[in-house]
């Protein structure tokens, strides 16, 4: 009779839901430090291309929100950067996908975008949108349409809406910690992002590193380094923001309260290997550290704060390092809205996110 009461709990189950079962999840405990570091090879670069600016007491809100949109730069390099796409709100089903945190792009395919709840914290989700499909059925032309693809009209949506539902899918939510330090890898083509949790605002939970690899399909991660990143004295409680060049170099920046540091390394399936490169900047962009992106054509890192970008060339990193004050690129920009992240689709212009009326903005040239 067995097998009859292992049919009738099969049924049971079915007919009252049976539950989903989870994505595996493996984390790999890294035994050596993920730091490499030499004190006596540290040499401060006088960067003064670079100039600070303060985080605004109150950031600029766009009011029209359905129109393209425009930053400008008035200070340093010039540049432009134009609406791309004002992004959907609310999310599919009502959903509140909360703030963006940062962008990645594999190219002109998929754009990623997380979301991070400010009501759930150091959860959230990844959101994909197939920006070729997007681009294809006209989007660009009309931002409103894609803020407003979940919202119905008369109780139903209209057949551009269906379309552009086709284009996009929301990921389910996860531990992401702060959530701004997603990238995409162009080496080995894989999302990588720190799983950087925080007790309050910019303070670790502790000084372990969490490195999380991205399943491109499921869009969570599917498994994670964790590892201390402390050598020679110093202590870095991992990072908050992520990048790659095209050899599939990583790259994040910190600013431990005297000057800026650049840390470089390699992400491997089971082991993280970073450090810190050879050159302190006594000039950052701004107060808060908020991405850090790769232009792939220009081969440059970009250092991104609140509505201040610096730039410079990654190969100067190389060695003990070989990079001036010439070797930088800088620019301010009004009005002062919140700089989330920046990412590249293959050209040489960059894809600006930004919050207060959650939207992406792409560069009138290379930059």
Not at 1 to 8: A, N, P, Q, S
Not at 55 to 70: L, N
Not at 72 to 77: A, C, E, F, L
Not at 247 to 252: D, L, V
């Amino acid at each position: 009779m067995r097998w009859v009461k292992t049919l009738l709990c099969f049924v049971l189950a079915m007919t009252l839901g049976a539950p989903v079962a989870q994505a595996k999840y493996h984390v790999y405990h890294q035994k050596s430090s993920g730091l490499i570091y030499h004190r006596r090879h540290m040499r401060y670069l006088n960067n003064h291309k670079v100039h600070y600016v303060r985080v605004p007491k109150r950031y600029y809100h766009v009011h029209h929100v359905g129109i393209e949109h425009k930053i400008q730069s008035q200070r340093g390099k010039k540049v432009t950067f134009t609406t791309r796409y004002i992004l959907p709100y609310p999310g599919k089903n009502s959903q509140h996908w909360g703030n963006p945190q940062s962008i990645a792009m594999d190219g002109k395919k998929y754009m990623y975008i997380v979301y991070c709840p400010t009501n759930l914290r150091n959860k959230g989700r990844i959101v994909r949108f197939n920006i070729a499909n997007l681009d294809s059925i006209g989007v660009r032309l009309h931002p409103k349409e894609l803020r407003d693809a979940y919202v119905k009209s008369h109780g139903k949506f209209s057949y551009i809406q269906k379309q552009i539902h086709k284009c996009i899918k929301a990921g389910p939510i996860f531990t992401t910690g702060h959530g701004q330090s997603l990238a995409y890898n162009w080496k080995n083509h894989g999302l990588y992002m720190w799983r950087d949790k925080e007790r309050a605002p910019r303070i670790p939970v502790s000084n372990w590193g969490y490195i999380q690899h991205i399943n491109s399909k499921s869009l969570r991660p599917d498994f994670a380094i964790r590892f201390r990143l402390s050598s020679h004295g110093l202590t870095v409680p991992g990072g908050h923001d992520l990048t790659f060049d095209k050899k599939g170099n990583a790259y994040f920046w910190s600013f431990p309260g005297w000057c800026a540091y650049v840390f470089k390394g390699k992400i491997h399936h089971r082991s993280v290997k970073f450090k810190l490169t050879y050159q302190k900047l006594r000039h950052w962009p701004g107060t808060r550290i908020q991405s850090m992106g790769y232009n792939p054509i220009r081969k440059r890192l970009l250092l991104l704060s609140d509505a201040s970008v610096a730039s410079f060339p990654a190969k100067k990193l190389k060695g003990h390092g070989h990079l001036t004050n010439g070797s930088f690129e800088w620019t301010q920009f009004g009005p002062k809205r919140e700089f989330e992240g920046i990412a590249y689709d293959g050209t040489a212009k960059g894809n600006l996110l930004v919050n207060h009326c959650p939207e992406v903005l792409q560069a009138n040239h290379a930059y």
